[in-house]
Nanobody, 122 residues
Framework: VQLQASGGGLVQAGGSLRLACAASGRTFSSDNMGWFRQAPGKEREFVAYITRSGSTTYYADSVKGRFTISRDNAKNTVYLQMNSLKPEDTALYYC????????????????WGRGTLVTVSS
């Protein structure tokens, strides 16, 4: 499967961005999807996941209440709506696909996109 993330950019603190991740090469609705991020000098961390049907979502505490993950299986796309952005949200954001049960553990995901850079200025 190929995953292509887009939508990153430079935004001021308090602003919003919507990331998208387009999937191809597999039956998109077969995969649980996740978003992860890696800030400069830090390890990759879990952000959010969504189940195959979109019925269940889960968020890292650091983004809960500010970010929303969603998916459109007809468009083979998963989204991450990011509101009330903070400078500490600055990172390279990756989408990932997992054929097994949902997980917050990055290595559990089999397929990864290249990432899209989000920079939040103070």
């Amino acid at each position: 499967v190929q995953l292509q993330a887009s939508g990153g950019g430079l935004v001021q603190a308090g602003g919003s961005l919507r990331l998208a991740c387009a999937a191809s090469g597999r039956t998109f609705s077969s995969d649980n999807m996740g978003w992860f991020r890696q800030a400069p000098g830090k390890e990759r961390e879990f952000v959010a996941y969504i189940t195959r049907s979109g019925s269940t979502t889960y968020y890292a505490d650091s983004v809960k209440g500010r970010f929303t993950i969603s998916r459109d299986n007809a468009k083979n796309t998963v989204y991450l709506q990011m509101n009330s952005l903070k400078p500490e949200d600055t990172a390279l954001y990756y989408c990932a696909a997992r054929t097994g049960i949902t997980s917050t553990y990055g290595p559990a995901y089999e397929y990864w996109g290249r990432g899209t850079l989000v920079t939040v200025s103070s």
